[in-house]
């Protein structure tokens, strides 16, 4: 069980900002920028590399919600990024699919 299952089953406290039947999203613990916020699927996919056409529903509710948040915190005007890290060589750290957003600072390129 990762710790993203574990702050979905309410066993680890969170700074949750969104949250629905499908979809969690809440403050990063080790932020990259002012505003790092993880959003996450409920139902545990490995990253988007393991995710299947069935979970195409899944994946465009996923990018929404970014939008969403992007929105409720001032963000959307100037910009943000999105990151999905895909296994060890992309820098996933934790093996449930979530997405980054980052932002209120300038970010650079590459991001690599």
Known sequence: ?????????????????????????????????????LVIPKKPIVNIATAS???KSILGHLMLVCAEIARSEGVAEDGYRLITNVNSWGGQSVYHL?????AKRQMGWPPG
């Open 98 to 102: 979530h997405i980054h957003l980052l």
């Open 1 to 37: 069980m990762t710790i993203f299952q574990k702050i979905i089953d309410k066993e680890i406290p969170a700074n949750i900002v969104y949250e629905d039947e499908v979809a969690l999203a809440f403050h990063d613990v080790h932020p990259q920028a002012p505003l790092h916020i």
């Open 53 to 55: 056409v069935e979970d």
